[in-house]
């Protein structure tokens, strides 16, 4: 079965760092391109970043840029998010996914969410002030 589970959630401090993972198993992670997504209690999920298969293409959300970092080790079959500086607005549950249709990389930013698919169940997240 096609599985993607996230981990390193927790909590920190407003300026903290984290280190998210997101691990495949079932398939072949290099395969597929993968973005990390978040989802803020009472709204929408959102994406975050993506990388692509290789790792050599990488996009970012503006409220991120400078502080999260995407980054891939296909032998080991993950996906990291490094996450740096960090908000209390950051606090969310964070979710990765996989870009079903190859699309990252072939335009000028991550394609929706619409288009990934086995999402994990997510890692929360926690920021303290």
């Known amino acids: 079965q096609v599985q993607l589970v996230e981990s390193g959630g927790g909590l920190a401090q407003t300026g903290g760092s984290l280190r998210l993972s997101c691990a495949a198993s079932?398939?072949?992670?290099?395969?597929?391109?993968i973005a990390w997504f978040r989802q803020i209690p009472g709204k929408g999920r959102e994406g975050i970043s993506c990388?692509?298969?290789?790792?050599?293409?990488?996009y970012y959300k503006d409220f991120v840029k400078g502080r999260f970092t995407i980054s891939r080790d296909n032998a080991i079959h993950t996906v990291y998010l490094q996450m740096n500086n960090l908000q209390p607005e950051d606090t969310a549950v964070y979710y990765c996914?996989?870009?079903?249709?190859?699309?990252?990389?072939?335009?000028?930013?991550?394609?929706?969410?619409?288009?990934?698919?086995?999402w994990g169940q997510g890692t929360q997240v926690t920021v303290s002030s």
């Open positions: 996914a996989i870009d079903q249709y190859g699309l990252t990389g072939k335009t000028s930013s991550c394609p929706v969410a619409v288009y990934f698919g086995s």
């Open positions: 990388i692509s298969t290789s790792g050599d293409i990488t």
């Open positions: 079932g398939f072949t992670l290099d395969h597929y391109p």
